[in-house]
């Protein structure tokens, strides 16, 4: 079985997989629009994670996991737990498309996509309302703002051709926000 992540599964998947590629699925575009109450929010304060929309015109790259015996049962337990149950994720099968210059044909895997019809689904914004709303959100895993850096990265470093506007246009807005909340002793004496 072939698992598909395109958010914090491709730095942290939490389970035990036999190898992984880096690649994309066609069809659907990454975007901010699912919140997040648990790993990277609170109830409070929600966090945004990454869910994927429809969309004929695009590709969201990520990493596929090769999961194999007794990882089976495992990894799907723990991702229920982790993507359906917290997360209000559904799943579906897509074709992977491997990075990799000598792949042959796509892979069929598993990827959850959360919907309209979940709780914690916060649909779209603009980039600097998404990027106000990570930088004050932190969860059990972490802040948030590491969540959107860490994704950047991967982009970035594994995935350079790729095009990601909606990534990098909410990392460009969160890093014009921070200085404005970054206070030093000299500012504070100034005021």
């Given at each position: 079985v072939w698992i598909f992540g395109y958010g914090s599964l491709v730095w942290r998947p939490g389970f035990?997989?036999?190898?992984?590629?880096?690649g994309f699925i066609r069809g659907y575009s990454r975007r901010f629009w699912q919140g997040d109450t648990f790993h990277r929010g609170s109830e409070k304060m929600?966090?945004?994670?990454?869910?994927?929309?429809?969309?004929?015109?695009?590709?969201?790259?990520?990493?596929?996991?090769?999961?194999?015996?007794?990882?089976?049962a495992a990894s799907l337990e723990y991702l229920n737990m982790?993507?359906?149950?917290?997360?209000?994720?559904?799943?579906?099968?897509?074709?992977?498309?491997?990075?990799?210059?000598?792949?042959?044909?796509?892979?069929l895997a598993l990827v959850y996509?959360?919907?309209p019809q979940n709780p914690s689904y916060l649909g779209p914004a603009s980039e600097e309302d998404i990027a106000a709303q990570i930088i004050v959100s932190s969860g059990c895993a972490g802040?948030?703002?590491?969540?959107?850096?860490?994704?950047?990265?991967?982009?970035?470093y594994f995935c350079p051709q790729a095009e990601d506007k909606h990534l990098f246009s909410i990392e460009e807005a969160l890093i014009s926000i921070l200085p404005c909340l970054y206070y030093t002793e000299e500012s504070l004496e100034e005021t």
């Open positions: 035990e997989f036999t190898s992984r590629k880096v929600p966090g945004r994670v990454v869910t994927l929309l429809e969309d004929c015109a695009a590709c969201t790259w990520g990493v596929a996991y090769e999961v194999r015996g007794d990882q089976i982790r993507e359906a149950v917290l997360g209000g994720y559904d799943t579906k099968l897509v074709k992977f498309h491997p990075q990799e210059k000598d792949a042959e044909e796509p892979i996509i959360a919907t802040h948030n703002i590491e969540y959107l850096l860490r994704l950047a990265d991967f982009m970035r």
